[in-house]
């Protein structure tokens, strides 16, 4: 009786067992074709506050979006719209977070899903107590990020909507290379970054020729155009990733005990992978607790020259992140063109031809952005398939056939 109850007890096991194996199959399976099906558009109003949010322009919006065939909106979410206190107490601004709910939820109601990117910080969107130059390296301000994070999430798969997709990501967390000599909290960690990867000095100054000793040595300070500066613009990227990946990857792996499978979180990155600039580091943590990866990819003339050029790079980064992590969803979740430094018909054929790179090579797409805007900077306020009367660019309608 004893050894029937032992191989009851061991079948149920192998039973379980087979049965969470399927299930997590099951799950990576449903993720993959999510992110790979993205179809999304960032509605970015300017200059506005998640306190100001106004439903019922957004409901509109969506409905036009989805006539594009769009499945998804990219919202921007400033940190300090929703605590403009983060240190020394977090002080929460409830009525954004009862925005950012609604329009979860309105998207939700529409059938789309929402992209939900949690790092915006910097001049203007940062809460008092966190200084966007070191707030990754300082410990308090990113405890403080973390609580803000746990919560907001917190809140928002509480709504019951299960339509949602969180980013973390390297744009402006990365320290900021043209203050990091200012701070005694930057220094110390490039310093210790320096002697984990090679406890002699006379590596580094022959590496960077420099004459440090481990006193006084101080990190790349940048803006400079001598090639010996080369090597340590280099390390600043490697340091920054090891930075980016203990950070984020810690609360990556808190975030998916909050949302329990109920919705999604990724890394997007902006240059540490897609632009090599750290020779082959890398922001992901070996454990990679993220389920899909993005990346960021923008034309300007200046930086590519011809469109045919932007278009092999941009199939040269797909292939490296598919060789790199063959199992993870990829999607290209910020491109586009600004009319500013181009002109309409270019940024319609960028935009035609990133979704038929995406089409052609299985990766989800965000075009940035909905509509032109009346604030920020004159490219920023011209990445629009709208002009911001609401006349359609040629962008839309390229971008109209290529989804249907």
Known sequence: MRNFLKLFVLAALCCSSVLQAAGSLQRGTEIRRRIE????????????????????????????????????????????????????????????????TAAVTAADDCGMDVILPLCYLGTGWSPEGIDPCIWTVDASMYGAFKSYSRELVGKLIRSGNDNMIFLLYGEGCY??????????????????????????????????????SWDNLLPFKGGTSDPRDANAWTDYWRWSSDVVRAAHGGLARELRGVIKGKAIIGYHDDAIISKDWGLGATPIPEDNPYQFLSFAHYY???????????????????????????????????????????????QAKVVEEMAGIANKKNVGINIWMWQDHETGDDCQRTFGLLYPDGREKPAYTVLKKAWK
């Open 175 to 212: 320290p900021y290379i043209s203050s990091l000599r200012d701070y005694d909290v930057t220094v110390e960690s490039f310093k210790a970054w320096c002697r984990k990867n090679n406890s002699s000095i006379d590596y580094w100054n022959k590496r960077w020729g420099t004459e440090y």
């Open 37 to 100: 099906s993205v179809k999304s558009i960032t509605y970015y109003k300017g200059e506005w506050s998640w306190a100001d949010f106004d439903l019922a322009d957004f409901k509109d919006t969506l409905a036009q979006m989805r006539q594009t065939g769009a499945n998804t909106v990219w919202l921007v979410l400033p940190w300090i719209d929703f605590q403009p206190q983060a240190l020394p107490e977090p002080l929460w601004n409830e009525e954004a977070v009862k925005n950012l």
């Open 300 to 346: 300007t003339e200046q930086e590519f020259g011809s469109l045919d050029k932007f278009i092999s790079e941009t199939n040269t980064i797909i292939s490296t992140f598919r060789q790199a992590y063959p199992q993870m969803p990829l999607g290209i979740f910020e491109t586009g063109l600004c009319v500013h430094q181009s002109d309409i018909d270019s």
